[in-house]
Nanobody, 118 residues
Framework: GVQLVESGGGSVQPGGSLRLSCLASGFTYSNYCMGWFRQTPGKVREVVASVDTDGSAMYGDSVKGRFTVSRDNSKNTLYLQMNNVNVEDTAKYYC????????????WGQGTQVTVSS
């Protein structure tokens, strides 16, 4: 079956860096647009970044210039490099897959927690 498995979350100090990974299986990864989302309790899920099948990326305003999304189709893996993090980046991060690149994400991972604190 389809699986998206995030890893790389943890605790980091403000100003630090973290790299999240998302390993995909059970579908033709290269045919899907991919996205990173985040959510904290009581808040609406927020899009962090997305990457098209050709590698073109888009970012949420709050992470532009700090986060970088990339994909390695040979490894069926999506990455999120998080630099200069701040406490507002604390959330559970999810990767998701969008067949057709219409902004409709049909497959989701279980998420990985990122906590930024001093």
């Amino acid at each position: 079956g389809v699986q998206l498995v995030e890893s790389g979350g943890g605790s980091v100090q403000p100003g630090g860096s973290l790299r999240l990974s998302c390993l995909a299986s059970g579908f033709t990864y290269s045919n899907y647009c991919m996205g990173w989302f985040r959510q904290t309790p009581g808040k609406v899920r927020e899009v962090v970044a997305s990457v098209d099948t050709d590698g073109s990326a888009m970012y949420g305003d709050s992470v532009k210039g700090r986060f970088t999304v990339s994909r390695d189709n040979s490894k069926n893996t999506l990455y999120l490099q998080m630099n200069n993090v701040n406490v507002e980046d604390t959330a559970k991060y999810y990767c998701a897959a969008d067949y057709g690149c219409q902004g409709i994400y049909g497959y989701w991972g279980q998420g990985t927690q990122v906590t930024v604190s001093s």
